[in-house]
T-cell receptor, first 111, second 116 residues
Framework: QKEVEQDPGPLSVPEGAIVSLNCTYSNSAFQYFMWYRQYSRKGPELLMYTYSSGNKEDGRFTAQVDKSSKYISLFIRDSQPSDSATYLCAMRGLAAGKSTFGDGTTLTVKP | GAVVSQHPSWVICKSGTSVKIECRSLDFQATTMFWYRQFPKQSLMLMATSNEGSKATYEQGVEKDKFLINHASLTLSTLTVTSAHPEDSSFYIC????????????FGSGTRLTVV
């Protein structure tokens, strides 16, 4: 079993929809939770960074972490065609070491 | 914000030759850099972790003599693919973190390597 599970999709939504992306994990030592966006043939771009449980909002993006359920989510409001990309969740422990990534969810937002 | 520059963005080389990929942190000192490999429609596979001034730590199954990593300064890490073969063709990406890693790590733009 993988430490981090992410639904690969693909996910297709109409423009303006609310998108929910999710990951589950098994390692209770994870304390930092990240969401990255990756466009084709580009390096991942950090979208959201959260420490421990709770919510964090940045514009149209909201990240939620529920450590009791070992479940994290990324919500995208008013989705745009430019949001079409692969979204990767990642997490790591307290030490500044390597992160464990999900396999990514490919999102397409149709105009 | 933190910027990581990776060069080249793409390279084509002949089988048996070596290729060097550079990863630079432009506006911060990167005590730790990570090298990943990514196949089409797959997630990132961590190859190795490099710390400035010390030997890299390779993940299981990654040949350290084939993928040479040098992290000689706080702003530069290099990955050299030695005696490249077609199966080494992939997308290579680096990421970097400042001391403490109090933020999400910053990724380079990636290098697409094609070995012919």
């Amino acid at each position: 079993q993988k430490e981090v599970e992410q639904d690969p999709g693909p996910l297709s939504v109409p423009e303006g929809a609310i998108v929910s992306l999710n990951c589950t994990y098994s390692n209770s030592a994870f304390q930092y939770f990240m969401w990255y966006r990756q466009y084709s043939r580009k390096g991942p771009e950090l979208l959201m960074y959260t420490y421990s449980s709770g919510n964090k909002e940045d514009g149209r993006f909201t990240a939620q972490v529920d450590k009791s359920s070992k479940y994290i989510s990324l919500f995208i409001r008013d989705s745009q065609p430019s949001d079409s990309a692969t979204y990767l969740c990642a997490m790591r422990g307290l030490a500044a070491g390597k992160s464990t990534f999900g396999d990514g969810t490919t999102l397409t937002v149709k105009p | 914000g933190a910027v990581v520059s990776q060069h080249p963005s793409w390279v084509i080389c002949k089988s048996g030759t070596s290729v060097k990929i550079e990863c630079r942190s432009l506006d911060f000192q990167a005590t730790t850099m990570f090298w990943y490999r990514q196949f089409p429609k797959q997630s990132l596979m961590l190859m190795a972790t490099s710390n400035e001034g010390s030997k890299a730590t390779y993940e299981q199954g990654v040949e350290k003599d084939k993928f040479l990593i040098n992290h000689a300064s706080l702003t530069l890490s290099t990955l050299t693919v030695t005696s490249a073969h077609p199966e080494d063709s992939s997308f290579y990406i680096c990421s970097a973190s400042s001391a403490g890693g109090e933020d999400g790590y910053t990724f380079g733009s990636g290098t697409r390597l094609t070995v012919v």
